[in-house]
Structure formats: C-alpha cells, structure tokens
C-alpha cells in the first residue's frame, strides 16, 4: 500500500473540507499502519472539527507515545482538552508546543483561546498579538480578539477587528454577526440592522423559514391586499419587542398570518389585529414572508423612527380582575421581582442572577411579589426565611395571568428577560437590571431606553457585580415611595 499517496489525498480532502472522506482514508492508513503518527493526529484533527473530543484524544494518545515531541499533536491535544473545558490541561499542552516550537502560531492562538475562555482577556489579547506578529491576516486570531476586545468595552478596537476580518473574508458569517451586535448596542441600527442579517446564514439557523429570495420582504414590495407570514423567531422577549411593528404592517393594508408562540397568542390577540394562525390553515398559502426580527430593518427603523405606540399589549380584564381580588386592598408599595431568564439562553450565566442577591431589596417595608415560576434550591431555602415575597408559580402560567399580576403591581423590577419586555409592552414602570455589557437593544450608558418610555434601566459597572446596581436601586426605591404616598 502507497501510504503517501494515500496520506496526500487525504490531506487534500481534509483542505477541502471534506473531513468524512478524509477520515475514512486516514482510517485506511492506520489499519495497515497503526503507528502512522501523522494519520492518527489527522484524525484526531477530524473529529475535533466534528466535536468527538474523546475520540480525538485516544487517536492523539497514541501518536504521542509514539512520538512524545510531534507538537501539532501536542496541539490538537490542547484543542481536544479546550472542547472538553478542561482548560488548565489544554494550557499545559500549548506550553509543551511552544517549548518545543516558541513560533509554533497553531498553539500561541490556541493558547489565546483558552485564556479567553478563561477570561484571561488580557493575557489572551497579549497572545493573539504574538500570532498576528507572526501571521499578519491569521483570521481567527483577529476575529477572537476582537471578541476579547468586545468583552473588555473596547469597542472602536473591536469594531475595527471584525470589519478587517470581514476584509479578509468576505463571507465571514460570524465576524458580520457580530459586528452588528457592536453596531446596534452603539445605537447604529443603519448598518447593525443590515448586517444583523446574516444570522440567517449560520448552520444553527437551519430551523430559519426558508424560502424564494423574491418572496422575502423587507420593506421593499407593496403589501396592500397581499398577504405576508411573519414567522416566529428567537426568544418570547423578542417576539413581545418586534410584535409592535404588526401594526404598522396592519396600516400597510397587509393580511396577515403568524406563528405566535402559544404562551402568548392571548396577549397578540389584544392587539386586536386581523390575522390568521398558521395552526389554523389547512394549507400555508402567502405572497411574500418576513421574520418578526426583521421588522425593525424592513420598516428602516433608527434610534428615532422605532414605533411608539405605548402600551402596544393589553391584559384581559378578567385576568386583572382575578389578581385584584386575590391580593385585596393594599396598604403598602407592591412590587413584582423577577431575577432569571431562560437558562438556555447563551448569556444567561450574566444577564440573570439569584433570589440572594436581591436580598437587600427585601429588607425594604415593601409588599413583594415574585414573578417567577421555577426556584433553584438556594432560592427555595430563602423563601423559607422571608415574610414579605409572596409567590404565585402556579397562578401565572401563561403569558396573561403574569400580565394581571403585573397589572396589579406599582412597580416591577427584573432583570432582562421576556418579563421587561411584558411590562415595557404594557406600558407598566419597570426597572430592568442589565449585566457589564447588555444585549444590543439596552444601548449603552443610558437609564432610558427608546423602546419602552416606561422602562428604567440600571446597569452593572463591574461584570457580574450586582451589589453596587442594587444599592442604586434601593435608593431609588426610596424616592419613588415618597413619591407614590
């Protein structure tokens, strides 16, 4: 058997991207060789592009035993331990790299990249540079220090980064991304609303309608008498924000059909717009589709053009009603608490936080009411020892029971989940408490926020610190019960 010649055309297709063919070749090779150390660190390389770290590492193993200094193995091993988030191993393994090979720019940028996920961002940025001193236009170097950059409130440094990366590559789907993320938070919705677009493009977008480019509609075809499905997307706080541009399709004489999230369909319905439900069509016939993300860029929305409609959604009586007599009369301030998102959500881990940090709010003379449905065991236990939160997990299932308690409330306080986006929409005063750098559409420095008139916003001035955003909070609390007497 002609190994090389075998090796080399697996290579080719591994360039190529073509990793299920590479792999059955590499695979070929070790059968009849199984100390071939260049096929079983290729291998390896194959199934980390695949995520099969574990199976990457028993291929990596045993080239290293054969040959205890290959240090692209070292590499991929460190790569290996990185997608296992064992990042203190995968440190070690860059070190042995680069003690073998201090240019080698595979392992400087893989060390890079554990640093940053070790939030090391400093000492990341300082490796990064060392890859691009000796690769100039490395990609990932500069897409991953921009990311670093991001994360340290460097923006213009970062901004530059993703558009020299998007230079480099045009088709950089996830430079683009978040590119427009930076963009929009700076409250440049000119160009961040038309990049934000390509998050149509990523493999984890494939649940996305798709559908002809000419049936896509971005403002730019007349809608009068034609009907146009606006398709679900994201989370329910973002179905509740971009809800509101319903109505100025509504205006554009559009028929219309949605795919609301259940949980909310009762809230859209109070829009009191004419529109059907995909459940409710035999067969899904329209002219043109929009995803209710893209709203804001098909109505060429800016800073000062977003609709102001407010309150936008309106409870039920009967689900005010119902809270009202539940809670009777009060003879205190009442506030509504929430303090966690979706856990799926990507930055869940800095956007919600726990029961016990907000403790501080709850030594106030206040009557609280918690909006939450699921506790944590740690809130469970502090629950136990409180008088003044009262919970109602199973009186708010549904999107317009919370929305009679949140009715019945003089105040809410929450941290940046669907909730502030319910209050917002309600046109209820609402407090939202945002984490170091917020999602795009909080913009940056404000206590304002052009989407909701009735929203307060607070933000952290260190990451994850919530003590000195809590003590503004309370202070405030303060003002607006003298006020409120």
């Given at each position: 058997?002609?190994?090389?010649?075998?090796?080399?055309?697996?290579?080719?297709?591994?360039?190529?991207?073509?990793?299920?063919?590479?792999?059955?070749?590499?695979?070929?090779?070790?059968?009849?060789?199984?100390?071939?150390?260049?096929?079983?660190?290729?291998?390896?390389?194959?199934?980390?592009?695949?995520?099969?770290?574990?199976?990457?590492?028993?291929?990596?193993?045993?080239?290293?035993?054969?040959?205890?200094?290959?240090?692209?193995?070292?590499?991929?091993?460190?790569?290996?331990l990185r997608g296992l988030n064992d990042l203190h191993d995968a440190l070690i393994y860059c070190e042995k790299a680069l003690k073998i090979n201090p240019n080698f720019v595979d392992a400087l940028n893989n060390k890079a990249n554990c640093l940053k996920s070790m939030n090391l961002l400093d000492e990341a940025?300082?490796?990064?540079?060392?890859?691009?001193?000796?690769?100039?236009?490395?990609?990932?170097?500069?897409?991953?220090?921009?990311?670093?950059?991001?994360?340290?409130?460097?923006?213009?440094?970062?901004?530059?980064?993703?558009?020299?990366?998007?230079?480099?590559?045009?088709?950089?789907?996830?430079?683009?991304?978040?590119?427009?993320?930076?963009?929009?938070?700076?409250?440049?919705?000119?160009?961040?609303?038309?990049?934000?677009?390509?998050?149509?493009?990523?493999?984890?977008?494939?649940?996305?309608?798709?559908?002809?480019?000419?049936?896509?509609?971005?403002?730019?075809?007349?809608?009068?008498?034609?009907?146009?499905?606006?398709?679900?997307?994201?989370?329910?706080?973002?179905?509740?924000?971009?809800?509101?541009?319903?109505?100025?399709?509504?205006?554009?004489?559009?028929?219309?059909?949605?795919?609301?999230?259940?949980?909310?369909?009762?809230?859209?319905?109070?829009?009191?717009?004419?529109?059907?439900?995909?459940?409710?069509?035999?067969?899904?016939?329209?002219?043109?589709?929009?995803?209710?993300?893209?709203?804001?860029?098909?109505?060429?929305?800016?800073?000062?053009?977003?609709?102001?409609?407010?309150?936008?959604?309106?409870?039920?009586?009967?689900?005010?009603?119902?809270?009202?007599?539940?809670?009777?009369?009060?003879?205190?301030?009442?506030?509504?608490?929430?303090?966690?998102?979706?856990?799926?959500?990507?930055?869940?881990?800095?956007?919600?936080?726990?029961?016990?940090?907000?403790?501080?709010?709850?030594?106030?003379?206040?009557?609280?009411h918690s909006l939450e449905i699921n506790y944590s065991h740690d809130d469970e236990e502090l629950l136990s020892k409180t008088t003044n939160l009262e919970c109602h997990k199973k009186d708010i299932l549904g999107f317009d029971n919370t929305a009679g308690l949140i009715e019945n409330m003089d105040l809410i306080?929450?941290?940046?989940?669907?909730?502030s986006h319910l209050c917002g929409a309600l046109g209820k005063p609402v407090w939202i408490l945002l984490s170091f750098i917020p999602d795009y559409r909080w913009l940056l420095n404000s206590e304002d926020t052009p989407w909701y008139p009735t929203a307060k916003l607070y933000r952290q001035s260190q990451k994850?610190?919530?003590?000195?955003?809590?003590?503004?909070?309370?202070?405030?609390?303060?003002?607006?019960?003298?006020?409120?007497?």
């Amino acid at each position: 058997m002609d190994t090389n010649f075998l090796l080399n055309k697996a290579i080719k297709l591994h360039l190529k991207s073509k990793i299920d063919q590479a792999e059955i070749i590499y695979k070929k090779i070790i059968k009849f060789d199984q100390n071939h150390t260049v096929a079983l660190n290729n291998l390896a390389t194959v199934f980390n592009l695949k995520n099969n770290y574990i199976k990457a590492l028993s291929y990596l193993d045993k080239a290293l035993i054969i040959k205890p200094d290959f240090v692209d193995a070292l590499n991929n091993k460190a790569v290996s331990l990185r997608g296992l988030n064992d990042l203190h191993d995968a440190l070690i393994y860059c070190e042995k790299a680069l003690k073998i090979n201090p240019n080698f720019v595979d392992a400087l940028n893989n060390k890079a990249n554990c640093l940053k996920s070790m939030n090391l961002l400093d000492e990341a940025i300082l490796f990064y540079e060392k890859t691009l001193k000796l690769e100039p236009n490395n990609i990932e170097a500069i897409y991953n220090k921009s990311i670093c950059l991001y994360l340290q409130k460097r923006f213009k440094e970062s901004s530059l980064g993703y558009m020299r990366a998007i230079k480099l590559k045009p088709d950089f789907i996830e430079a683009y991304y978040n590119l427009a993320l930076l963009q929009m938070l700076e409250g440049n919705y000119n160009e961040g609303l038309k990049n934000y677009e390509w998050r149509k493009k990523f493999d984890k977008a494939k649940k996305y309608p798709k559908f002809d480019d000419n049936i896509e509609w971005l403002g730019d075809k007349n809608l009068k008498n034609k009907t146009i499905y606006i398709s679900k997307e994201q989370g329910l706080g973002d179905y509740i924000q971009y809800c509101r541009y319903l109505l100025l399709l509504k205006n554009l004489g559009a028929k219309i059909i949605l795919d609301t999230p259940k949980v909310l369909r009762s809230m859209i319905n109070t829009m009191e717009i004419d529109y059907k439900h995909m459940d409710d069509l035999k067969k899904l016939e329209f002219d043109y589709h929009c995803s209710i993300v893209s709203l804001p860029l098909a109505f060429n929305t800016g800073l000062h053009t977003i609709p102001a409609q407010n309150p936008y959604l309106f409870t039920p009586k009967n689900n005010i009603d119902f809270w009202a007599k539940k809670l009777n009369k009060r003879n205190k301030l009442r506030i509504g608490l929430n303090w966690t998102g979706n856990s799926s959500y990507i930055d869940d881990e800095n956007r919600s936080t726990t029961l016990k940090e907000l403790k501080p709010l709850l030594d106030l003379p206040f009557e609280f009411h918690s909006l939450e449905i699921n506790y944590s065991h740690d809130d469970e236990e502090l629950l136990s020892k409180t008088t003044n939160l009262e919970c109602h997990k199973k009186d708010i299932l549904g999107f317009d029971n919370t929305a009679g308690l949140i009715e019945n409330m003089d105040l809410i306080i929450t941290t940046d989940t669907s909730i502030s986006h319910l209050c917002g929409a309600l046109g209820k005063p609402v407090w939202i408490l945002l984490s170091f750098i917020p999602d795009y559409r909080w913009l940056l420095n404000s206590e304002d926020t052009p989407w909701y008139p009735t929203a307060k916003l607070y933000r952290q001035s260190q990451k994850k610190n919530w003590q000195g955003l809590i003590f503004n909070v309370i202070k405030d609390l303060k003002i607006f019960n003298s006020k409120f007497q």
